[in-house]
């Protein structure tokens, strides 16, 4: 928890956690709109490139470049995103990136 100086201001702080809560939330619950969503919701399900590498594999899709689809494509799509996946669901993707590297739940 953030540092306050006051009730009003820890109230405020706990509501604005409470709205960006609701709105994670809200976004996981939306049904992907394109293969790409699908490929993000994936590895936010799965926190792992490999296992979401594995998925894409199953369903016989390949890479762009025309090869099978590998952890670094996953790495890629989270990093530099995609105009077919909601802003929203990269941040939660790049949060679940670093909640890895970090070892813990940090927003």
Known sequence: MKPYSDIAELIEMLESEIKSLTDTIKT??????????????????????GKTKDFV???????????????????????????D?????IDIARKVVNMKKTGGMHR
């Open 28 to 49: 996981l619950k939306e049904e992907p709109q394109s293969f790409n969503e699908q490929i993000i919701l994936k590895y936010i399900d799965t926190g792992s490139t």
């Open 57 to 83: 594999r199953s369903l016989g899709v390949k890479a762009e470049r025309g090869s099978f689809f590998s952890s670094g494509d996953v790495s890629k799509l989270i990093k530099n995103g995609a105009d």
């Open 85 to 89: 996946v909601s802003p929203e669901l």
